[in-house]
């Protein structure tokens, strides 16, 4: 004769159904874990369109400029003043583009502290309503045993 065999899923479906679970937890979680994704991707696209807009302004200004330097000069001194003006105007350019990227990235700095910060403060929330909440259930499943016991 065949032994009957065990059907763990019957077993397992008992299980989960004998403890209760609140998925809408779960639920906001995801949620609130995919809002907190939108908000940081929408701080990295920004600065990384303001990165790039300054790298262009940057690299038009220095072919505008390059463009001045390569140009037939009539006296051969002319050719050291373009090329020192160029150097001068490199240095003038370069240090404007490093004060816009650290601009961004500062903006960017503050930006991700505010979200961790809302964030936290979101989260210490949603814990606190769960704690508050699971402490109601539970107080209210010892008093049904308490009183099934009392019988």
């Avoid at 065990?6 to 995919?34: C, G, I, L, N, V």
């Avoid at 050291?80 to 960017?108: G, L, N, R, W, Y």
Wanted: aromatic fraction near 4%.
């Amino acid at each position: 004769m065949a032994a009957k065999t065990t059907d763990f899923t019957k077993m397992m479906s008992d299980m989960m159904s004998a403890y209760p679970m609140d998925m809408s937890a779960m639920t906001d979680a995801f949620k609130t874990s995919a809002s907190m994704s939108e908000k940081m991707s929408k701080v990295m696209l920004d600065a990384a369109e303001k990165s790039t807009d300054i790298s262009s302004k940057f690299t038009k200004d220095t072919i505008a400029k390059l463009a001045d330097v390569s140009a037939v000069k009539a006296e051969p001194t002319d050719y050291t003043k373009s090329v020192t003006d160029f150097a001068s105007a490199q240095a003038e350019m370069a240090a404007e583009t490093m004060a816009a990227f650290a601009e961004v990235a500062k903006k960017v700095q503050m930006e991700t502290v505010e979200l961790m910060m809302a964030a936290g403060k979101e989260a210490t929330e949603e814990a606190t309503a769960a704690v508050k909440k699971a402490t109601a259930e539970v107080t209210t499943a010892a008093k049904k045993a308490a009183a099934a016991a009392a019988k």
